[in-house]
């Protein structure tokens, strides 16, 4: 039986690269099937239809979520990097480059810990209490290795 109505408007040599680049931006379903002009219902069945699409968009997408993973850990760890300045001198522009620490971030220590064990992290209204897995012990836990860092020299 042949389909009737309105064309389709994916095209398989264009929409999926396309949808790609959307999740590798970042985007989510609704703004990927917003930037196509499709409600989200014809978004889904695309993915149904269209293996290549479904793979674009999923290949893409966790590309994207290991690049916020990888950076919310090194974040939650800490990390030295490189700053470079340039400077004008009498003698003409020189640059200056200095190595830096960032310290840890609890809050992305937090986050980290609940999202990947939350049956130890998890929040159960007693953030001050002394249990294993409590705030309490995360934050003494940061404390005791903050003494324990040696001064990065610069």
């Known amino acids: ?47 149904h239809r269209h293996p290549e699409y479904r793979e674009a968009l999923k290949k893409n997408k966790r590309l994207i979520d290991e690049q916020v993973v990888d950076s919310l850990l090194k ?25 830096k620490h960032m310290a840890a971030d609890v809050t992305a220590c937090i986050f980290w810990l609940k999202n990947r064990q939350p049956e130890k992290w998890r929040e159960n209204g007693d953030v001050t209490g002394g249990g294993p897995g409590s705030m309490k012990e995360l934050a003494a836990a940061i404390r005791e290795s903050r003494k324990n860092e040696t001064p990065k020299p610069d």
Request: charged fraction near 30%; avoid cysteine; charge should be neutral.
């Open 1 to 47: 039986m042949a389909r009737t109505g309105r064309p389709s408007a994916y095209d398989p040599k264009v929409t999926p690269i396309l949808a790609g680049w959307l999740a590798r931006e970042g985007k989510i379903d609704t703004e990927i099937a917003e930037a196509f002009e499709i409600n989200l219902a014809t978004h889904y069945r695309w993915q």
């Open 75 to 99: 974040r939650a760890l800490g990390y030295d990097y490189t700053e470079s300045e340039n400077i004008m001198g009498p003698e003409g522009a020189t640059v200056k480059t200095k190595r």
